[in-house]
């Protein structure tokens, strides 16, 4: 399967607790887009990471919320002492370098986050 | 924030019958894309518009970039029971941010077999 692959697909976690979830983009893609998703909504721009860079973390709350893309293995969004508020889907997309511009962002599965 | 009005909400539809659907933003995109997201799945792109007043076409879908560049809509010819699912337009900004997609909040599409 070569498509974005996200893990764990659900989670659920009591507040307070620490949630990682993971990403690895499409093989030969070098960008990496997480977006949000709460019940009945679109989804929302979080942080756009190249390996080792982040690139545009302006979507991405400011305290608990943390992102990377190492240069080996998948890229991690982080949340911190959780709050049921962060109860969503989080969804990981990736693109290649050409198709940046274009809008054109291949979709993970997403990992659903339940904080009891 | 940016805000695009996607309708309708919720469509519940007979097999065989045409949809349409519509975004509006109040400001100007570079591009225009329309997802397919099924139930605890990702988004899938269905199709991409890049020039104003774009007309562009997947096997039963059509979806139209406006002149004004500020709408968007996408119809479906004789819908089959697997077009269930919610439909969700994105709009991309040209300029140093142009990687974000602003998406609309869905159009939840029933198909009655």
């Known amino acids: 399967n070569a498509g974005v692959m996200q893990n764990p697909r659900h989670l659920v976690r009591r507040r307070g607790q620490e949630a990682r979830l993971r990403c690895s983009p499409m093989?030969?893609?070098?960008?990496v887009y997480w977006y949000r998703q709460l019940p009945e909504e679109g989804l929302k721009f979080m942080v756009y990471?190249?390996?080792?860079?982040?690139?545009?973390e302006s979507g991405m709350p400011k305290e608990r919320f943390s992102a990377e893309f190492p240069k080996e293995g998948p890229s991690i969004l982080r949340i911190q002492q959780v709050v049921r508020g962060d109860s969503a889907a989080y969804f990981c997309?990736?693109?290649?370098?050409?198709?940046?511009?274009?809008?054109?962002?291949?979709f993970g599965e997403g990992s659903r986050l339940t904080v009891l | 924030g940016q805000q695009l009005n996607q309708s309708p909400q919720s469509m519940f539809i007979q097999e065989g019958e045409d949809v349409s659907m519509n975004c509006t933003s109040s400001?100007?995109?570079?591009?225009w894309l329309w997802y397919k997201q099924d139930p605890g799945e990702g988004p899938v792109l269905l199709i991409a518009?890049?020039?104003?007043?774009e007309l562009t076409s997947n096997g039963r879908l059509t979806a139209q970039f406006g002149i004004t560049r500020k709408d968007s809509f996408l119809n479906i010819s004789a819908s089959i029971p697997s077009d269930v699912g919610i439909y969700f337009c994105?709009?991309?900004?040209?300029?140093?941010?142009?990687?974000?997609?602003?998406f609309g909040k869905g159009t939840l599409l029933t198909v009655n077999p």
């Open positions: 518009l890049y020039k104003a007043g």
């Open positions: 997309a990736s693109s290649h370098q050409g198709k940046r511009d274009t809008g054109e962002l291949f």
């Open positions: 093989k030969g893609h070098s960008h």
């Open positions: 994105a709009g991309q900004h040209s300029g140093g941010s142009n990687y974000k997609l602003t």
């Open positions: 990471l190249q390996k080792e860079n982040i690139i545009d």
């Open positions: 400001s100007i995109f570079n591009t």
